[in-house]
């Protein structure tokens, strides 16, 4: 059984990570796919990966919740990173279309998806889509 996506790597989890990790693994859970937020989560990401090494995975995107005035050069930065170490990251993701509960930044979050998927092509990876309120974005 593989957990496809788990944010496990957030704040959230600080105390009790390793009893999830733990609990997963006696569960059947034999390997954990962490999709990304930003550029602040990868730090995050990385201290799983190297502590658990072969049992979690690393993706790279920028949420589209994350979408703000300056995801540009945020989105460069990620590039940057994949470029440099693609054979790290499983996935770009977790990108797509949110407009659930702020539909301002459509074009933005367009942008980035459209951005991101490119990714995809040049690194011979897949993608994790987040998609909320957003189908007919998505499929356009």
Not at 16 to 34: C, M, N, S, Y
Not at 40 to 52: D, F, I, Q
Not at 58 to 66: A, K
Not at 119 to 125: D, L, P, R
Request: net charge negative; aromatic share 8%; with cysteine.
């Amino acid at each position: 059984m593989i957990d496809s996506h788990s944010h496990i790597y957030s704040a959230e989890f600080d105390a009790d990570r390793d009893q999830v990790v733990r609990r997963a693994r006696e569960a059947g859970v034999t390997h954990v796919i962490l999709p990304n937020e930003n550029l602040a989560s990868l730090e995050r990401l990385a201290a799983m990966h190297e502590r658990w090494p072969g049992y979690v995975s690393m993706t790279i995107g920028l949420h589209p919740e994350e979408i703000g005035p300056d995801y540009e050069h945020e989105l460069e930065a990620m590039h940057r990173k994949l470029l440099a170490a693609a054979c790290r990251y499983v996935a770009v993701g977790e990108i797509g279309i949110d407009l659930y509960w702020d539909a301002s930044r459509r074009d933005e979050q367009m942008q980035a998806l459209d951005t991101q998927l490119h990714w995809c092509k040049e690194a011979g990876i897949p993608f994790i889509m987040h998609c909320r309120k957003g189908l007919d974005e998505c499929l356009a």
